[in-house]
């Protein structure tokens, strides 16, 4: 059994992620490192229950001595790092927790991860992996005629959270770079699809949109995003670790431009054909246009053609198709939903919305 330590997992990604990984392999085992901030739900990996290649530990990426436990009893073969703070409007209102997590925190991963990998033999120091998932925010925003993101765009993070993500991947860099850890950064764009947490826009949008309330659009509707539904993102995360030249930076995008105004009135048209009786129809009479964003990013969009010549993947869910199981998972899950939105949630949609 190879040990995979995968930290935040029991957040939106890196939920779908073990769930993909013990789906497609037998010989591995998941330890999954998890603080349970407001994001974190235990719920999102309960069907693991009873399974033994999968153990939740309740910790944080930021306690060193924590971790060098963890690394001496469970000595996996790889770190995959999703732990982040990771809602770019809750960066804005307060940047510290970003700071804290995602610099500091994923800087004593690193050092913890480092000491134990030069404590193996030169075989382990080989096999050994540290996954840091980042996201195409840190390369900045683009014009709409731009072409998209490389690996090679200098990184012009405009917000607090791209900025600590953005010094996050710096020291991932160093550390492979200065000390020889075998690192591999992704830098992927909006991903969408089941458990993502209801504070981001997709499905803020469609719970929103099943309760008649308004549907609130930043500015003009009109900055782009280009989405990636989410088991396309874990399926391109097993191939970059299994196959993946360390010391590299693999972006992951999913082919998939979208204004913002038209995932709105998506979702608002799919909603109209799967509830035709609900009391707003059609959906779109919600829509209602907000004050913008502090800085917002006019476009993201990925150039893949790194990750798909050197590992042969590709995005394989189409807008639609993902989409309307996104929307049909949210309308199955009511427990995950009233679970999700019984912490803070109340408190954070009165704080960003009130003034609407
Ligand atoms: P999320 O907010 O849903 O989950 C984050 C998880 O990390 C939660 O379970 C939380 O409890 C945990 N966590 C936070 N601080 C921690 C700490 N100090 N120690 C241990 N655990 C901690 O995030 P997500 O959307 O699943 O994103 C996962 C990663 O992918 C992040 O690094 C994010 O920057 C990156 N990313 C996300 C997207 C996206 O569209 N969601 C796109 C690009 C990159
Ligand atoms: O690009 C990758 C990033 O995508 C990740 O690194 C972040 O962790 C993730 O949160 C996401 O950031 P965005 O800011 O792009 O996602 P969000 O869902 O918050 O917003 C998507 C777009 O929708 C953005 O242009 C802002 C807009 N928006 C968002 C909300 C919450 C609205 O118009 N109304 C809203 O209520």
Not at 166 to 177: I, L, Q, S, T
Request: hydrophobic share 35%; glycine share 8%.
């Amino acid at each position: 059994m190879s040990v995979i330590l995968v930290t935040g997992g029991a957040g939106f990604i890196g939920s779908n992620f073990i769930l993909s990984e013990l789906r497609r392999r037998d010989d591995v085992r998941i330890v999954n490192l998890d603080c349970l901030t407001y994001a974190g739900n235990p719920m999102n990996l309960a069907g693991l229950r009873g399974d033994s290649r999968y153990l939740f530990i309740h910790g944080n990426i930021g306690d060193g001595c924590w971790l060098r436990n963890l690394f001496e009893r469970y000595r996996p073969e790889a770190v995959v790092n999703f732990a982040a703070e990771t809602h770019v409007d809750r960066s804005i209102l307060g940047p510290e927790p970003f700071v804290r997590t995602n610099v500091m925190g994923t800087c004593c991963l690193l050092e913890e991860a480092r000491c134990y990998w030069e404590s193996l033999p030169a075989s382990g120091r080989k096999a050994f992996r540290f996954l840091h998932i980042s996201t195409d925010e840190v390369y900045g925003s683009l014009k709409l005629d731009s072409p998209p993101f490389t690996e090679e765009n200098p990184f012009a993070p405009n917000s607090p959270y791209s900025a600590s993500k953005a010094a996050a991947d710096h020291f991932v860099r160093a550390y492979g770079h200065t000390y020889g850890l075998p690192t591999l950064t992704t830098n992927c764009s909006n991903n969408y699809g089941p458990r993502q947490f209801p504070e981001k826009m997709i499905p803020l949008m469609i719970l929103n949109a099943l309760e008649g309330k308004a549907l609130p659009v930043y500015g003009d509707g009109r900055n782009v995003r280009d989405w990636l539904f989410v088991e396309d993102h874990c399926d391109a995360l097993h191939r970059v670790l299994t196959h993946g030249r360390p010391g590299e930076t693999y972006n992951i995008g999913g082919h998939c431009e979208k204004t913002n105004l038209e995932v709105v009135t998506t979702i608002c048209r799919m909603l109209d054909a799967i509830r035709p009786k609900a009391p707003r129809v059609p959906h779109e009479s919600l829509i209602t246009f907000v004050e913008d964003r502090p800085g917002h990013d006019l476009r993201y969009a990925i150039d893949s053609s790194k990750i798909e010549r050197e590992v042969g993947w590709t995005p394989k869910e189409t807008f639609e198709t993902g989409l309307e199981r996104t929307i049909r998972w949210y309308i199955e899950n009511p427990a995950w939903v009233a679970a999700a939105r019984s912490g803070d949630y109340h408190v954070w949609i009165k704080r960003q919305y009130a003034a609407q």
